[in-house]
């Protein structure tokens, strides 16, 4: 009973204590640029899910056999095949995702939840574990996009997963650069107010959440490291 | 010549990789609590960009087109940026240590850069010559140079500001970013206003 609830707090705790965009504030650029419309973020959310559940598994599965010094190349490699796989699948059965999602299919590689997954999680858990957890991240960061994209969609363009809605009048700056700025802003502020300042864990950008940070040992030692 | 022209400003103000096309926001937002560290940061991306198009480019054209591989342009770009990125490490260190101190710090850091990815990947999809790949690089890292520095100037000034407790630390960044990229809008439409 307790292995079985410690394995459903892994799920859980991806899409809501940690989860990947709202409180521990990563992918940022996948998640402003796809979030113009709901659609669009279900498809990232979908597409960096079904890697990051691979990328996990692999991980676990090579732990052992990736030697510490170069594990941040093996990660990349590995998680690069795998995103080039979802890019050919996407992109043969469903190709208008694939033209709204553009360049950010093939930049899931450098995408940091991935990353930072495959360093915090997935090399110190069991395979089964690094799963779960690539399920939880990844419907977190599905959630958390898809509700940024509909904000932005309900706004912008006046509808909601594509369907009109007719009392209200579309104001196109959401679907542009500034309204993406602002509206996770102001979801990220929402996520603070509901959990009383408790709920976003990273207070400012900075190394703490970024995945290259242990690699990056100048960052601890130079005073105007990464978060200078 | 015109084209070239053309490319350099509409990468720098119109198409603005950070503000507008949405790349490399991490580097946006960690790096830029402080004017020079924004600098050395954007110097670095700028530099790694300019020479992994010079690097990809002739890989895609002469190696990957003539042997039908073109799919694996992603997993070889992002090689081939990391191994770049070891090696002017390396090199700094050895020959130009001061220059190291100053950029090293950030060298790390611009390997898992959506923006250096993006741009190769962007020249490729643009189809644009080896000279106009080249430009379209710098003037993609002058932009992200532009955009640090004045979000730089904008961040401390919001140092002293009183700012709601919900709205503190990171969602008052977003939303003062969110303006900047308003202010880059008006850019939009310069470039036909003057070559057009």
């Known amino acids: 009973m307790e292995q079985k609830k410690s394995k459903m707090s892994i799920l859980i705790n991806g899409i809501i204590k940690e989860n990947p965009v709202l409180v521990l504030v990563l992918g940022t650029c996948p998640t402003l640029a796809v979030s113009t419309m709901a659609v669009n973020g279900l498809g990232m959310g979908a597409a960096a899910t079904v890697v990051l559940v691979f990328s996990n598994i692999l991980i676990a599965l090579l732990k052992d056999v990736i030697p510490e010094k170069v594990r941040i190349p093996c990660y990349i490699v590995v998680i690069a095949g795998l995103v080039t796989v979802v890019q050919l699948f996407v992109q043969a059965y469903f190709q208008s995702i694939y033209e709204a999602l553009g360049i950010f299919l093939p930049l899931i590689v450098v995408n940091c939840i991935i990353l930072g997954r495959a360093e915090m999680f997935a090399n110190k858990n069991s395979v089964l574990n690094s799963a779960l957890d690539g399920v939880g991240m990844g419907l977190g960061f599905t959630v958390a996009l898809t509700f940024i994209g509909c904000v932005r969609e309900v706004l912008g363009s006046g509808s909601i997963f594509g369907m009109q809605i007719h009392s209200i009048d579309p104001m196109t700056i959401f679907l542009l650069a500034p309204g993406g700025f602002f509206i996770f802003g102001c979801t990220i502020a929402l996520v603070n107010r509901l959990t009383k300042g408790r709920g976003v864990k990273r207070k400012s950008f900075g190394c703490e959440g970024c995945p290259a940070a242990s690699s990056c040992s100048q960052a601890e030692k130079a005073e105007g490291g990464c978060e200078a | ?196």
Not at chain 2, 41 to 46: K, R
């Open chain 2, 1 to 196: 010549m015109k084209q070239i022209v053309i490319i350099l400003f509409s990468a720098i103000l119109v198409d603005n990789f950070v503000l507008s096309k949405f790349l490399g926001i991490c580097p946006f937002l960690g790096v830029s609590k402080k004017l020079d560290s924004a600098i050395g940061m954007s110097i670095a991306v700028t530099f790694v960009m300019v020479l992994a198009t010079a690097t990809t480019w002739p890989v895609y054209y002469y190696v990957l087109v003539p042997n039908h591989l073109t799919y694996l342009n992603t997993i070889l770009f992002i090689l081939i940026i990391a191994a770049l990125v070891q090696l002017v490490e390396i090199i700094l260190k050895k020959y130009v240590p001061s220059l190291h101190r100053s950029l090293g710090v950030y060298l790390p850091l611009i390997t898992t850069n959506c923006a250096v990815l993006g741009v190769t990947l962007l020249n490729i999809e643009e189809t644009y010559g080896f000279l106009h790949a080249i430009i379209n690089a710098t003037g993609a890292g002058l932009g992200f140079m532009l955009a640090m520095v004045l979000f730089a100037g904008v961040r401390s000034k919001m140092e002293n500001a009183v700012i709601t407790k919900s709205f503190d630390g990171i969602p008052i960044t977003l939303i003062a970013a969110s303006i900047v990229s308003l202010a880059f809008m008006g850019f939009s439409g310069i470039i036909d206003g003057i070559f057009g």
